[in-house]
């Protein structure tokens, strides 16, 4: 939009959230454009992709500081940690690209291919294997972590463009947001199958589970609202209106 007021990059940055006064406390400068992070498993740092200069960052949780940035592929997008070897997996949009990085050597391991559009990442607990939501491909692209290959796609319901991703707990299954789908599919990851899809709101986006694994929440674009599913029924509980288009969600655990 040409009369549209210029995006102040000047704010871009991962913002540090007190979640008990709910207030915004401190921003941290990343790139240019940041889109997702992810957490290491030692809580010690957060990996950023940073859309604009094509590079994801890794910055110190304790002091805030930046460690460096690792040079990556066109419109980084979604960050995801393999659990068991630390491992930051970044998508790339625009040629289709997942890359595998060491963030301690801070290197590029490996580049894989999967076509698609790869949005998320999602990691079974035990690392062995990563699902990656290919938006425009319509389909799961499943990674053999350990040789960094391309196992399978699984292609999920006509209509779907997946974007977010929800492991469970136990690794058995997998929820996937849908975009313009309005549903999550929830994906057999023993069968690498699709098991059912649950309706929820309108462009569904951001999906997250509760600590309990019991709980499926959905941030949903067009509608305005977040979803509260029920894992086990498959069922949508109801929806909590929110403010406009909202895109990603996560879940805590309620301070004491």
Not at 58 to 70: A, F, N
Not at 103 to 118: F, K, L, W, Y
């Amino acid at each position: 939009d040409e009369n549209r007021a210029p995006a102040d990059k000047t704010a871009d940055g991962l913002g540090v959230i007190d979640p008990v006064e709910r207030k915004l406390i401190d921003r941290w400068h990343v790139g240019s454009d940041p889109e997702q992070f992810a957490i290491s498993k030692d809580g010690r740092f957060a990996f950023i992709a940073n859309e604009d200069d094509s590079s994801a960052s890794i910055i110190d949780l304790v002091s805030g500081q930046s460690r460096g940035k690792v040079k990556v592929s066109d419109e980084p997008e979604g960050v995801g940690v393999n659990p068991q070897n630390g491992e930051v997996y970044v998508t790339c949009e625009e040629k289709g690209e997942i890359f595998a990085i060491d963030p301690d050597q801070q290197r590029v391991v490996a580049t894989i291919e999967t076509g698609g559009r790869p949005r998320s990442i999602a990691f079974l607990p035990d690392g062995s294997r990563a699902y990656v939501a290919c938006e425009n491909g319509g389909y799961l692209a499943v990674i053999d972590a350990a040789s960094h290959k391309l196992l399978l796609k699984i292609q999920l319901p006509t209509g779907s463009l997946p974007m977010g991703t929800a492991m469970a707990t136990d690794g058995k299954e997998l929820y996937v947001s849908t975009g313009r789908g309005n549903a999550v599919v929830v994906v057999d990851t023993q069968k690498n199958a699709v098991a059912t899809t649950i309706p929820v709101g309108n462009r569904v986006w951001g999906i997250a589970l509760d600590p309990s694994g019991s709980k499926l929440y959905t941030a949903n674009g067009a509608s305005n609202d977040v979803s509260v599913v029920d894992v086990k029924s498959r069922k949508e509980l109801r929806r909590i209106k929110v403010g406009d288009g909202p895109w990603g969600i996560t879940s805590i655990r309620a301070a004491k």
